[in-house]
């Protein structure tokens, strides 16, 4: 997928990776979202891995999630995720990203909205959930139990909420989700590169009937 929206990364790598913080951050100031990182044991700012994990629907345990931040956190929230919007269209006018294909992420943005609509949108009984925006741990680290600890501690909290937890999966993740008691809905709107496997992925809570 990166290679197919960026294709330009390795030469304009600082436009690459200012497009990568940006969506990290964008998810960072949401009080939706759960950001969980992994560090060395040894050294605790030396970081390895993280996960980013957003609480939809507007539920009893939405709204417990929302709750546990304060009114001036959100506010927090708010203003330095407004600035930071602002800030960050303001660049990307300015030094427009050079390391990706305009048209490409046209269609990967299009494709994206229809999976939304066929797996999310049209199924209303869905709409409370956890959804697992990224996982990203470092090829050093990889192998280790880093990305299902991760992806546990959200799992953890929607068995307690009795909600579902939706993902995307890459072929390479379908694995580790199986394990953890997902389930794949369906293909991707749009494959690239002819690649097989991975897919829209569900973890239904334990006891709760598939729908």
Known sequence: MN???????????????????????TRLFNPRTLSLVACKKSDTAYPVGYAQSTRLGNDEGARAYMSQHSLWTRIYFFVFGWFFWVY?????????????????????????????????????????????????????????GLGRMLVTETVKRAQRERVIVGLSASPAGEFLYRKLGFELLGEFTMRIGGEEGGGIMIRYPEGQERR
């Open 88 to 144: 960050d269209k303001v660049v990307n006018y300015v030094w427009p990203d050079r390391s990706c294909d305009v048209e490409a992420t046209k269609q990967f943005l299009a494709s994206l909205n229809g999976d939304q609509k066929t797996y999310w949108k049209s199924h209303p009984e869905r709409s409370n959930r956890w959804y697992i925006a990224s996982v990203v741990i470092s090829p050093a680290y990889q192998g280790q």
């Open 3 to 25: 290679q197919f929206i960026h294709p330009h990364a390795a030469k304009y790598r600082s436009d690459f990776v200012r497009n990568f913080h940006q969506g990290i951050r």
